[in-house]
């Protein structure tokens, strides 16, 4: 801007005022204007029509009683329409405007607990807009828009807040483990019974295979020798497998002395405490 030989040029977004005799003239719009300084006419200054934005630090307390920063971003602007308001009727609209959200934000965040402002700093961020419309378009200013950007609790509470929300991570964290071990044993239980329970068949199935052997050998016996009774077949089958048992566990146990029954009646009863075992694991695998 400069003003030569009685010319004055106002800058784009800018408008500058003018008085006659120290009063208000008109506004002057961007571009070049007359402006004879010898007929007591004189640009008494300009105002920038951009929008402007404002930062406002506000402490206050909540309604539990902790002390907090509110921080509100205030975005203002005037018009041409109204330059002449916004130039003569505030000496320092900044601090004007710094007034009305400090007073609007400490009326709001007292009614409130400390959660509930960072859940309606939207609600506080509308009351502040709507207290400065209200009030700054009397002074020839338009409030663009008006956020709570910031809420600052005392370091000592927002160290407690960070303990409190670690220590409920932590009880989920755990619990969720518990679940997943409760799972585990379970599932590692019902592993166990359903490999048991395959084991059982498998040794019922064994059992009856042995059962099926012993009964075609009998047969087969007795066919081939004629007057032998089934029972004199299978007590002499039992007895030889005995034997045979016996001499396994003599080659393969560690002892080198193996106890077994003797005397007249040794035999048959070694043939009926086998026979009974026998017949007791069938009775077993068909109930």
Known sequence: MGQVCGLYQVDQST?????????????LSPGCHCVPWCCGVNVAGVMSLRIQQLDVRCETKSKDNVFVTVVASVQYRAHIETAEDAFYKLTNPREQIKSYVFDVVRASVPRMLLDDVFEQK????????EQLEKAMRTYGYEIVQTLIVDIEPDETVKRAMNEINAAARLRVATQEKAEAEK??????????AEAKYLS??????QRQAIVDGLRESVLAFSDNVPGTTPKEVMDMVLVTQYF????EIGASSRNSTVFIPHGPGA???VAEQIRNGLLQGQA???N
Do not use: C
């Open 244 to 247: 045979d048992t016996m001499k």
């Open 122 to 129: 939207n609600d506080i961020a509308k009351n502040v807009e």
């Open 200 to 205: 059982g068949v498998g040794v019922a199935r």
């Open 183 to 192: 799972t585990l044993q379970v599932k590692r239980a019902e592993g166990e």
């Open 15 to 27: 408008v500058a005022v003018k008085e006659k005799f120290g009063k208000f003239s008109t506004v």
């Open 284 to 286: 077993g695998h068909i």
């Open 267 to 269: 035999v048959r009863d």
